[in-house]
């Protein structure tokens, strides 16, 4: 059973440009949360995704969105980038349904701005 | 709001040593706790949780009680190895929320 997949593994941006992530949830997960993770510190919570909508948004600019296709997949979009958006961007899956939420995560994109 | 306060590292000790990473909590009611390891190069995994006070997450040899009267979840270990080494989150998910508070994370490093 595979887990959380995310790509591109690593990429790298330029100041202004746009870049695009994906993850696939783990077989059987309904619910996608994407996280952003800058260096030192623990995961700051970007937005969920369920039913192919957005559920809940935590505090990041509209610069960032995203999208949950019909197989529970997940795009996170960021425009205009910013040196800040230096990250590393983790994707976990849930099941909705479940009594505890808990959370698998998958390995991450490692995003580079210059 | 909820956060989650975690001991600065990075936590260094040898091999077989007895390891403590503290972590206290501020929410309202009564949230469910979690220990995440992140290796280097990986995403989070999940390490143990307790879900009521008193409750004794355990999992590979990683031990954290959750303490309701000193709102806090420290995780311990009698005898550490080489391969501990890797960044542990402390987290708490508040009743009726799908959104985990994470601390900043604590670096381990086993020496041998």
């Known amino acids: ?114 | 709001g909820d956060s989650v306060t975690q001991m600065e590292g990075p936590v260094t000790l040898s091999e077989e040593a007895f390891l403590t990473i503290n972590c206290t909590y501020t929410a309202t009611g009564y949230p469910s706790l979690f220990w995440y390891v992140q290796y280097p190069g990986e995403g989070l995994q999940l390490l143990l949780k307790a879900t009521k006070a008193d409750d004794k997450g355990s999992n590979k040899g990683f031990e954290a009680t959750y303490r309701k009267e000193t709102t806090s979840f420290h995780l311990e270990k009698g005898s550490v190895q080489v391969s501990d080494s890797a960044v542990y989150f402390c987290a708490l998910l508040s009743g009726g929320s799908y959104i985990p508070t994470f601390g900043r994370g604590t670096s381990l490093i086993v020496h041998p």
């Open chain 1, 1 to 114: 059973d595979a887990g959380v997949t995310q790509s591109p593994t690593h990429l790298i941006k330029t100041r202004g440009q746009q870049v695009t992530l994906r993850c696939s949830p783990k077989s059987g997960h309904d619910t996608v949360s994407w996280y952003q993770q800058a260096l030192g510190q623990g995961p700051q919570f970007i937005f969920q995704y369920y039913e192919e909508e957005e559920r809940q948004r935590g505090n990041f600019p509209d610069r960032f969105s995203g999208h949950q296709f019909p197989n529970y997949s997940s795009e996170l979009n960021v425009n205009a980038l910013l040196l800040g958006d230096s990250a590393l961007y983790l994707c976990a899956s849930s099941l909705s349904a479940s009594g505890y939420n808990e959370q698998f995560f998958g390995p991450g994109t490692r995003l580079t701005v210059l």
